[in-house]
């Protein structure tokens, strides 16, 4: 999990809270999970996203915050610079549910594809969103991990 907030990546800040709430999710649905802050800076989360991807070799990576209408807000860009080929389902379904609960819910721009063997799906960036989201991801991570594996 990654976690895009300049001020929380500078020590500053509110505390994180959506970052936890996805990796505490992930934990009660099985899967392995960990946290990463970095700055809202489209080459340091490439960089994050490539190094997860291709060094590290996981599965997931699932972010949450930057994905707004700020100038900062750079995550999907970053996302779509390190992507091989998009998965729009993910996005676009997260998209729907969040729309559900707010009229807002259409002003993400969260992007979702695949690096490799990766999955790398934009989240909201706080605790409701990313609890909204959940239940469209949680359903198909098995199913996803094992035709990532496939060659």
Do not use: Y
């Not at 389902?89 to 997260?94: D, L, M, S, V």
């Amino acid at each position: 999990m990654v976690t895009i907030s300049t001020s929380r990546a500078g020590g500053g800040g509110e505390e994180d809270r959506s970052g936890p709430a996805l990796v505490e999710l992930c934990r009660e649905a099985g899967v392995e999970a960990r946290l990463e802050v970095v700055a809202d800076d489209r080459v340091e989360i490439a960089a994050v996203l490539r190094r997860l991807a291709d060094q590290e070799d996981v599965r997931f990576v699932f972010t949450t915050g930057g994905t707004g209408l700020t100038a900062d807000d750079v995550t999907p860009e970053a996302t779509l610079d390190v992507i091989d080929r998009e998965a729009p389902g993910f996005a676009e379904t997260i998209r729907q549910e969040s729309r559900r609960h707010t009229p807002l819910g259409i002003l993400t721009r969260g992007v979702s594809g695949v690096r490799g063997r990766t999955l790398i799906v934009n989240l909201p960036g706080s605790p409701k969103g990313v609890r909204e989201s959940w239940p469209v991801l949680e359903p198909t991570l098995r199913h996803a991990a094992q035709t990532l594996e496939r060659d």
